[in-house]
C-alpha cells in the first residue's frame, strides 16, 4: 500500500531494554521526521534527515538514535529505554521544498 | 527560531455552532502556516496551509482560516461544527526558503463537539 506505515502500533517494554520503532514510506520523499507527542507538549522533533545518510537532531534527541540507510526507512532506536520514554511517536515524511508533511499512524510505546 | 502558542488546550461546543480555534506565533524571519487534525487514534493530517497570496485559505471539511501578519496570528475557523469534527487540531509554522522542511508545532486544541 502506497503511504506511509509505522511498526510496532502498540509497544510494551521495559526500563533499559532497547527498542526500535520502524518507519516505511513508499513516496520516495526525500525528508522523513521523528515526533514524540505528549500531553501538554504538542509534538517535539527528536530527529529528521534530509536524505538518506543525512540525518540530523531535532529537539529532544537524547537517548534516541536515528539511521537511513535506504531512502523510505527511517527506524528510530531507544538504546536504553527509560519511563519518561513513554510516549506516542510519529513518523512523518515529505518532498523538497513542499512544506507539508505526510503523517504515519504512529507507535504507542509504554516503558514500565 | 520559531515558536506556536494555542492558547485554549479545550473548546467545548454545540453541533451546529461556528467555532474559532486561537494560533498565535513567534519569528523573526517570515513563515508558512498550518493547521494539522488529528482524530482518536491516528496520525496527523493537513487540514489546510497558508504559503503565500490571499490571507483567507480555506481547507477541506468546511474550515477556513485567515493569516493576521500584524497580529501574528492563524486562527482557524468553521461556521458549523458537526459531531465528527471532535479531533485535535494543531497549528504548525516552517520558515520560508529553509529549515529543512520542520515544523513547529504548537500544544493542540482539543475540540468536542457535543449534542
Known amino acids: 500500500d502506497a503511504g506511509i506505515t509505522q511498526s510496532p502500533r502498540y509497544k510494551i517494554t521495559e526500563t533499559g531494554r532497547q527498542v526500535t520503532l520502524m518507519c516505511h514510506q513508499t513516496?520516495?520523499?526525500?525528508?522523513m521526521f521523528w515526533y514524540r507527542q505528549d500531553l501538554g507538549h504538542g509534538l517535539r522533533l527528536i530527529y529528521y534527515s534530509a536524505a538518506a545518510d543525512i540525518t540530523d537532531k531535532g529537539e529532544v534527541p537524547d537517548g534516541y538514535v536515528v539511521s537511513r540507510s535506504k531512502t523510505e526507512n527511517f527506524p528510530l532506536t531507544l538504546e536504553s529505554a527509560t519511563r519518561s520514554q513513554t510516549s506516542v511517536y510519529f513518523c512523518a515524511s515529505s518532498e523538497i521544498a513542499k512544506n507539508i508533511q505526510y503523517f504515519g499512524a504512529g507507535t504507542r510505546l509504554s516503558v514500565l | 527560531a520559531q515558536s506556536v502558542t494555542q492558547l485554549d488546550s479545550q473548546v467545548p461546543v454545540f453541533e451546529e455552532a461556528p467555532v474559532e480555534l486561537r494560533c498565535n506565533y513567534s519569528s523573526s524571519v517570515s513563515v508558512y502556516l498550518f493547521w494539522y487534525v488529528q482524530y482518536p487514534n491516528q496520525g496527523l493530517q493537513l487540514l489546510l496551509k497558508?504559503?503565500?497570496?490571499s490571507t483567507l485559505v480555506k481547507g477541506i471539511n468546511g474550515f477556513e482560516a485567515e493569516f493576521n501578519k500584524s497580529q501574528t496570528s492563524f486562527h482557524l475557523r468553521k461556521p458549523s461544527v458537526h459531531i465528527s469534527d471532535t479531533a485535535e487540531y494543531f497549528c504548525?509554522?516552517?520558515?520560508w526558503g529553509g529549515g529543512g522542511n520542520k515544523l513547529t508545532f504548537g500544544t493542540g486544541t482539543q475540540l468536542k463537539v457535543e449534542l
Open positions: 513516496w520516495s520523499h526525500s525528508y
Open positions: 504548525a509554522v516552517t520558515p
Open positions: 497558508y504559503l503565500s497570496g
